[in-house]
């Protein structure tokens, strides 16, 4: 049978299409009978010509696609792969999906017939990308929830009754059920009515939604850190599992009234910062672990309401303020409101079905909360609110063919096989980083310069997301002919091996082509920072305020934030990370004051050291490098096991012909061995090292392990690539 997938969080690779739908037997809405809506679908057209069915729906105030599951492919990568194609998750704009570039349209329903005693429909909520190619179905939507019935029943997976339908819904994500009643005239759906939620203009029929089993859902427990309040860092907060984790704070207790607009209060970077370092640790205690890549738990701002029944929200999600505010977060803060005992408490309220406004930047979320107890010993046993929905389009979606990963990629040819000619076609080169960084650089440096050599076009194709993990495994599931290759780094072959669970195994999965240099990391400091003794006052300054100064982090498990914690680990100094999707926005944010610090790649940072925006105060390596004769390596300065140099190689996949191989390193040693290119190299901080295949084969052993290491010292378990 296949399942709705179990909550997780995938970063996909891309390639040609692997869309078909599951199997007729494979899936309990598969067996509907013929005259169903979705009989008609021919599985095999669907993965020819990538076009499933849809339907898109505005649901609560947020809107999406909805799928039946057996619409999209079996297999949960190539499935989230469709996702991401159907937004255009892969553009800020979402030109290219049905997305609306923000994460509010950026949302998909999938819906089965459920396999839960006494549920009518299973429905997996996905949180995809904007910018980037990710899919996390580990939080709940509330608002795409409002669609999930008249989804199902326009489906057929639902027999609709006589004038209102209630529809059991469990949620995959959270494993809680939800009672979700429809207005069905004459047993048919209608999205007309009289209902008005804020945020949303006109009117539509009323969707009923009531909460059962919430309490607790991802966690185990309402209050998973066993308090009411937990202190952090001197502020007082409420960690609470109800419909959704959440962090609950005080507007007051962070110098804001909790009135402002979202714009506002995204427009105040030191807020922001506090509020990430609360929830990372909020996160911690709350048996979620390391949160820095996940959505949950959300922050919320609190203050006082219009009356004795309301609360002011301001809802983070988790990075930037809510335009209005998310359905389960507003159970979870209602249920706060209710108990006794939380930061978001006001008054008593006894046994009984109570109402509570939650007020928000566009109007309020009524909650209606059914409370058991008296004083202390209260409990929330359920929760209803009203949403209304509305049914935009549905037909046929078109998915684009590069989203999806390669198909099994052929054999290598017997030696007695005549080699195919190379290069036939033109060389696409996969950069794992944003346009502007390093890597970026390199590739299109190596790129000009090869294709002369090899006769073909070179293209560099960024793929950015998962800290170059996406990147590998599309080169990894690639033909192997030679005409793709990765620029492979760091932190493809040596971090993320030993932070992560991959899809991919960095020694067995490629075949090294050559080695083209390292970079080492150099600690330097923005205008916001003093400092100008060396790193003996940096480390001094940094312990007399702890948490007052922030470093700029290229990404979770990238060379600059490993490297920022190791020396947090040699130092003991509170130094917080501020997160950027690559190392050049971190660079950039460190020049403009965002931030104070940054370990960065010397090819990186160099441009920004010779122009006088920054300053490099150490060499986190073994030496000193001869652009910077004068800055000592950390280790002269009384900082010890601070040794983070990065290295950048190319890479094909494993099976590619050793004869392609081998041309491919003779014209990139070519090109290395060039004064013009290596000096080229060198003036932005690369120490060029062309040399065989075999010496970056060895190289990947060595980094896996030593990486391994490095993870162990600074106390990261590995986890799945996000």
Known sequence: MVDVAAPSTTVCPAGPPVCSSAPADTHPAAARPADSPTAAVPSAAIAADRIVPCVLMRAGTSRGPFFLREWLPADDIARDEALIGAIGATDLLQVDGVGGGSTLTSKVAIISKSREPGCDVDYLFAQVGVGQRSVDTRPNCGNMLAGVA??????????????????????????????????????????????????????????????????????????????????????????????MPLMIVRAADLGVSGTETPDQLDADPALLRRLEALRRAAGRLMGLGDVSGSVIPKPVLVSAGDGDSSVTSRYFTPHRCHASHAVTGAVGLATAFALPGTVAHRGRMGA?????????????????????????????????????????????????????????????????????????????????????????????????????????????????????????????????????????????????????????????????VGLIGYSPTVVVAGPGLAAGGGVEELVAQLAA???????????????????????????????????????????????????????????????????????????????????????????????????????????????????????????????????DTAGQLAAQGISVRPGPPRLLGDLTVTERARWTDVIDRIGRRPAPAR
């Open 352 to 512: 009984g079905v109570h109402p509570v406004a939650v007020l928000h930047p566009q109007g309020r979320i009524d909650v209606e909360v059914e409370i058991a107890g008296e004083g202390d010993d209260v409990t929330v046993r359920r929760a209803a609110l009203l949403r209304t929905a509305r049914k935009i389009l549905e037909g046929d979606l078109h998915l684009p063919g590069h989203v999806f990963s390669e198909a099994p990629r052929r054999p290598a040819a017997p030696d007695s096989a005549p080699m195919p000619e190379f290069p036939s076609q033109p060389l696409t080169l996969i950069v794992p980083t944003p346009a502007g960084g390093a890597n970026d650089a390199i590739a299109r440096t190596v790129a000009a310069r090869l294709g002369p050599l090899l006769g073909r076009a070179v293209v560099p194709d960024n793929r950015t997301g998962a800290h170059g993990s996406i990147a590998a495994e599309y080169v990894a599931r690639a033909v192997p002919d030679g005409h793709t290759l990765l620029l492979g780094y760091t932190a493809t072959h040596g971090i993320n091996p030993a932070l992560h669970r991959l899809a991919y195994d960095p020694v067995t999965d490629f075949a090294p």
């Open 545 to 675: 305020a702890p948490g007052r100064y922030a470093y700029a982090s290229a990404g979770e498990g990238t060379a600059p934030q490993l490297a920022a914690e190791l020396f947090k680990l040699s130092t003991g100094v509170d130094l917080p990370a501020v997160t950027y999707p690559g190392s050049s926005p971190a660079v950039s944010d460190t020049v403009t004051r965002p931030t104070q610090l940054m370990f960065s790649s010397l090819f990186t940072a160099y441009p920004w050291i010779t122009a006088g925006r920054l300053r490099a105060l150490a060499v986190a390596g073994p030496d000193r490098v001869a652009l910077l004769p004068g800055v000592p390596t950390l280790h002269e300065a009384g900082v010890e096991g601070v040794d983070v140099t990065q290295w950048y190689a190319l890479f094909a996949p494993a099976g590619t012909p050793a004869p392609v191989i081998a041309r491919i390193n003779a014209a990139l040693t070519r090109i290395l061995t060039d004064p």
């Open 150 to 243: 008249p989804f199902a029943l326009e489906q057929g997976l639902v027999p609709a009754g006589d004038e209102t339908t209630t529809v059991r819904v469990f949620n995959v994500n959270t494993r809680s059920r939800i009672d979700v009643t429809v207005q069905t005239p004459g047993r048919r759906v209608t999205y007309a009515g009289e209902a008005r939620i804020d945020g949303v203009a006109g009117t539509a029929a009323p969707i009923r939604l009531d909460f059962l089993d919430a309490w607790g859902a991802t966690t185990g427990s309402v209050f998973p850190t066993g308090a009411r309040i937990d202190v952090i860092d001197g502020v007082e907060v409420t960690c609470i599992d109800a419909a």
